[in-house]
């Protein structure tokens, strides 16, 4: 696929269950309700509190009962889009040459000495591209694969309907591009973060739901600032400004860092930034985590789906942090 880092257009069908735990129904599913903008968070095929809230989010939106239930009208309307499940797809060089960084130190000091908090290994990388899991693309494929140019894996059918991204920088639309984030996504309205069902979600004209995603916020120490706030502006592949007086969990004597962009960095390849000081919605080096862990305040969401809001999202753009 051109500019996507990895080509070859062989359909695959739905896995079955399989020694990873996969589930084919919830599998197909969860590739739908991605390719639909309803984020079921990392594709693995096992159902979860992300994948019943991403099916609530796609009822609502197609006007049908909110159960949370993949009923039959549910997947009715799921599958009017014809995508299998799977595509056999072969690692070209561009994304197999990395460059890679290996391990990552968890010291803030040592992480501010590296060029960039890339992606540790190709595994990871192409995991990231097809909203999945490594776990998940070796129970797709097989355990003593050889991961290199040229090998045909089978992965998540995610792959964008466009990957024009309009005026942004050559370098946010290799990552959006990489990130298979389409180029043709609606724009939105207002974004609405509700802390009672931990997701995020983007509204269009006439209140029209138009996707909903996945969201870590805020702790018990750092909780969700609540109220309404506007987008200043948005940033892509952003350093960040370690600031250890701001982390109720770092002792406030450590030294100040400024460490290097990167999907592994701490707020990921997206920052979007809000008139709330110190507060924005961006992702993270860990997407298995969200809605699973808690943050220090921030909107957090794996790193496809920031990127995804950040094509919806636009300067001046209310913010609503509701309970």
Known sequence: MAGAAVAQNETGGSPQREDGGIDGTIFHAQVLLDRAGFAPGVIDGKKGMSFEEAVKGFQTSRGLKVTGVLDTPTRRA????????TRRLRIDESDA??????????????????????YRNLLEKIAEKFHT???????????????????????????PSSRDYGEVPAEAAKMLSDLNVSGDLPKAERIVVDKSDGVLRLYGEGDRLLAQFPATMGSTHDPLPLGNWKVTSIAYNPPFHYQPE???DVADDEDE?????????????????????????????????????????CVRLTNW???????????????????
Not at 78 to 85: N, V
Not at 100 to 117: H, N, T, W, Y
Not at 139 to 145: K, Y
Request: aromatic share 4%.
């Open 257 to 297: 860092q400024r460490l290097p962009p990167g999907p592994n960095g701490p707020v990921g390849v997206v920052w979007i930034d809000i008139s709330k000081e110190n507060y924005g919605i961006h992702g993270t080096s860990a997407p298995e985590t969200i809605q699973r862990a808690q943050s220090h305040g």
């Open 305 to 323: 789906d920031a990127a995804r809001v950040s094509q919806m999202a636009s300067d001046g753009m209310p913010v609503i942090f509701q309970a």
């Open 97 to 118: 040459q990395g460059p890679f960084v290996g391990s990552i130190p968890d010291d803030p000091a040592e992480q501010a000495k590296m060029e960039r908090l890339g």
């Open 133 to 159: 899991t490594p776990a998940t693309i070796i129970a797709l494929n097989r355990p003593d694969m050889v991961l290199r140019a040229g090998t045909v894996l089978r992965l998540p059918n995610v792959l």
């Open 78 to 85: 799921l599958l009017t889009d014809k995508a299998p499940s």
């Open 246 to 248: 701001l982390f109720w």
